[in-house]
């Protein structure tokens, strides 16, 4: 094996780690756009079909919903919305059946869609104090002056 070898074998090599580049996963993005009339609901549409990667972009004008899927990246499509120069987020709605506690005053919404909430983190409901410990402590078996009518 002398150097044509030897350069023949990192030439395959070098193609064979082109080749093994990860393929992108199809995913469907979802964002909220402030969207008043056809023209908008248009404007954002071309918008986003216009997206590197994007195989359909569903426009909702009642919801104020645009969704893309395709082998898109999230933030690229959030960039892309943001052209049109209208207010835009990524969509805060989820279920009310798979949110555990859906009306908490984080997550209830008056302008969400029908049967559905905002997403929250499971921590915002959760309300832990010192004064719980308290109570705790004070009926336990372990303390000598805890109340003895049980």
């Known amino acids: 094996m002398g150097v044509e070898g030897t350069v023949e074998y990192f030439s395959n090599l070098a193609s064979y780690l082109k080749k093994s580049k990860k393929k992108k996963q ?17 404007k954002v ?15 909702d004008l009642k919801q104020q919903k645009a969704t893309v899927t395709g082998y898109v ?12 120069k209208k207010k835009v987020e990524p969509w805060p709605y989820v279920p009310y059946t798979l949110e555990a506690h859906p009306y ?5 919404d008056k302008k969400a869609p029908p049967n559905m909430v905002r997403g929250v983190p499971v921590t915002a409901t959760i309300t832990e104090s010192t004064v719980d410990d308290n109570y705790s402590t004070v009926f336990s078996d372990d303390n000598p002056h805890a109340c003895t009518i049980m």
Do not use: F, H, N
């Open 26 to 42: 199809i995913q469907t993005v979802a964002l909220k756009v402030r969207m008043d009339c056809d023209g908008c609901a248009r």
């Open 45 to 59: 549409k071309q918008v986003l079909s216009g997206v590197k990667g994007a195989k359909s972009v569903e426009v």
């Open 73 to 84: 990246d999230a933030k690229k499509v959030l960039a892309a919305a943001k052209t049109t």
């Open 104 to 108: 908490v005053s984080q997550a209830y």
